[in-house]
């Protein structure tokens, strides 16, 4: 058994009210204590136990590792003609993906392998220490379950999107049997969740309903996009499925909001793709306010939001979506647990893992004040430092 413990912690979020002040339960010149990988003790510097290894914060914030709930990383090529032309005044269309499908499926095992790898130190770089991954730019059998398998190399939460969109020289109703057939057949030992492109252009609720109840009776959970490019009835589906979560929810009616208010479905907010595709911003003050539980994820994709930083996102929710900074990091780490039905991540309270962030300052208000600036010190996962480039440059 091998114990850690962080001490010299200057403020501490432990995401946990009953440990601490406000929404993210903080303590100032805290400790924390990790046996074997979860947390075992939270609890003034001076009285901490000792410990094999000591980590000394120095005074700096300590937070739980991000929980990223929506990324799609297996994929080859990249867009950046398409959102240059965005950026020159083009609107986003779902046809996008059908780019990063033909790139995909082109791609070999390894360079998909790599580009996982890749992204995901990205990831863990800024912070992100549990991360969900999709497939979806496979669109045939074969590519779908080698996305899947790939994908489970790097994580747990693995997603089946058969239906991101119909490939091209596909008929819809086909290709609908064919996800809840053969496909989903294939992939299911492969991917914990099911989800699907709830949208104008890609799947509408009909289909949408048909391939989600097929992969509910396959043993999968379920997560749905929903509103993301105009109102419509992606958000009551998830809800009336019971799904984990309605991802982008960009385009909310009041029907929609309660519905999600009464439901166990979070909201999961993507502000890096408003970003990205110069769209408004959801409001989530009003979610918030209507009692709905929301996260926040990158969304990390070649087509709308080719971003893989979670501090990104937490910076873009405060100063968009009308968050507070407690509340845009409640739903990058303890928000997004919630989207993936987690009572082990996203916070840092005893039987939690020992996943944990060391900024470079203070506060972690600074994650939204100091936008655009590399913050991270150290990220710890499972109680093991892992040190950043910028730590071992530092010879520490
Ligand atoms: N909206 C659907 N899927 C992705 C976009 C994928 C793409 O454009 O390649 C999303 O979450 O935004
Ligand atoms: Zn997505």
Not at 1 to 24: N, Y
Not at 372 to 383: F, K, N, S
Request: aromatic share 6%; with cysteine.
């Amino acid at each position: 058994m091998t114990s850690t413990v962080i001490r010299g912690i200057g403020q501490l979020v432990t995401g946990e009210p009953a440990l601490g002040d406000g929404l993210l339960g903080t303590r100032t010149n805290a400790a924390v204590v990790i046996d074997d990988g979860v947390v075992t003790w939270v609890g003034d510097s001076g009285a901490a136990p000792a410990a094999d290894d000591a980590i000394d914060a120095d005074g700096a914030c300590v937070l739980p590792g991000f929980v990223d709930s929506h990324a799609h990383l297996v994929f080859a090529g990249d867009r950046t003609d398409e959102f240059s032309a965005r950026m020159a005044g083009e609107r986003y269309a779902a046809g996008g993906i059908r780019t990063t499908v033909a790139a995909t499926r082109a791609a070999t095992d390894d360079e998909l392998r790599a580009n996982v790898a890749r992204l995901t130190a990205e990831m863990f770089r800024q912070g992100t220490t549990t991360v969900e991954i999709k497939s979806g730019y496979g669109l045939n059998v074969a590519d779908e379950v080698r996305s899947l398998r790939i994908a489970s190399e790097f994580t747990t939460e693995t997603t089946f999107l058969g239906a991101h969109v119909v490939p091209a020289g596909s008929d819809p109703g086909e290709y609908v049997q064919l996800v809840t057939g053969e496909m989903l057949t294939a992939c299911a030992p492969y991917a914990r969740w099911a989800d699907v492109f709830c949208e104008e252009g890609a799947f509408d609720v009909g289909a949408a309903r048909k391939v989600l109840m097929a992969a509910k009776h396959a043993g999968l959970e379920l997560r749905v996009h929903a509103n993301q490019l105009r109102p419509g009835p992606g958000v009551q589906l998830a809800v009336e499925l019971d799904a984990a979560s309605a991802d982008h929810c960009t385009y909310l009616s009041d029907d929609d909001v309660d519905a999600l208010a009464h439901s166990g479905t979070v909201a999961t907010l993507l502000p890096g793709v408003e970003f990205s595709t110069r769209s408004p911003f959801p409001d989530g003050r009003r979610l918030l306010s209507a009692g709905v539980r929301i996260a926040l994820a990158t969304d990390c994709n070649p087509g709308t939001s080719y971003t893989s930083s979670m501090p990104f996102c937490i910076a873009l929710a405060v100063r968009e979506m009308g968050l507070t900074c407690a509340e845009a990091v409640a739903a990058a780490t303890s928000g997004g647990a919630e989207a993936l039905r987690r009572s082990d991540v996203g916070r840092l309270a005893p039987g939690f893992r020992g996943d944990a962030i060391v900024l470079d300052t203070p506060r972690y208000e600074h994650l939204a004040y100091r936008p655009g600036v590399p913050l991270i010190r150290t990220v710890i996962r499972d109680g093991a430092k892992v040190s950043t480039e910028r730590e071992l440059a530092r010879g520490v």
